[in-house]
């Protein structure tokens, strides 16, 4: 049974990673430090299309550990990223109402229980879209984050839940 429950999670932790790799797309890294086997440790840096808010991309930039636990994907990101997002589109359009608040994006940091988070928050009185990145970990996570935002022209109101 053991055996089974085993098999099952590593089923879910790999389809999990599958999914949200595929809401990313990779624009280049650089290397951060050598390594004599396996991948250097190197800054990642991805492109998030907003799911719900077309005309918005947010650009992260992340730590990724290299190392050979680092190209089997079994070691453990630093929880430091930094954001940008910016109307990449002549105009912002909604695809449905948004909430307030909602985890917009999430991506594994390491084989168990550490994620990267995008969250996007509503500023209706000023009709501005926030974005806010951090990490967390099951038991302890990190208080590195940042934010950024992105204002929508006052022709648009943010269609709120």
Known sequence: MRKVWCLAAAVFIVSASVVSLAKAQELGDVSTAFRWLGRNDRIAVEA???????????????ARTGGVK????????????????????????????????ED????????????????????????TLVYLTYSDKLIDGSPMNAITAVPVAASTPIPVK
């Open 70 to 101: 680092g190209t089997v994907g079994l070691a453990e990101d630093k929880a430091e990223a930094s954001i940008a997002c910016r109307q990449v589109a002549a105009s912002i359009t909604f695809k449905s109402t948004v909430p307030v608040q």
């Open 48 to 62: 998030y299309d907003d799911p719900k808010v077309v005309g918005v991309t947010c650009y992260v930039s992340r």
């Open 104 to 127: 917009v994006f999430s991506e594994r940091m390491s084989i168990l229980f550490k994620r990267l988070h995008i969250v996007r928050l509503v500023d209706v009185k000023r009709n």
